[in-house]
């Protein structure tokens, strides 16, 4: 399959590629995956303020997974919580323009997010 420049930008020179201490209670993750396709995605944001201030990932599978989850980090750095749970896979799909095979990496991308700030919210609580 071949990729467009937009996902071949952030499979080559991907942004935010790491991990966060997942001990820290000012950081959320999430641990997401698609077996029928082995695509599985790591992901962490860190929150000031109820602000992200920081996002990672690591991505195990295909340049679009790769490419969605890159483009996540970027896309909730300086959002508030409740505007990074407004990301949605068709924004990033169509941000990426990807082909509609490949659209289970945007949900892989939305799920992250999502998890990511619910482990962040458990753990306010706990505290």
Do not use: W
């Not at 952030?10 to 001990?23: Q, R, S, T």
């Not at 970027?74 to 095979?101: C, D, H, R, W």
């Not at 490949?102 to 482990?119: F, G, R, W």
């Amino acid at each position: 399959m071949s990729y467009n420049q937009k996902i071949l930008n952030h499979f080559n020179l991907p942004k935010n590629v790491g991990e966060l201490d997942e001990n820290n209670d000012q950081v959320g993750s999430s641990l997401v995956g698609a077996p029928s396709c082995g695509d599985v995605l790591k992901f962490s944001i860190k929150i000031e303020n109820n602000i992200i201030i920081d996002a990672k990932f690591l991505a195990f599978g295909c340049g679009a997974a790769i490419a969605s989850s890159s483009l996540l980090t970027e896309k909730v750095i300086g959002k508030t919580l409740n505007e990074a749970e407004e990301i949605s896979n068709q924004e990033i799909a169509s941000e990426l323009e990807l082909p509609p095979i490949k659209y289970h990496c945007s949900v892989l991308a939305e799920e992250a997010i999502k998890d990511a700030i619910k482990d962040y919210k458990n753990k306010r609580i706990k505290s």
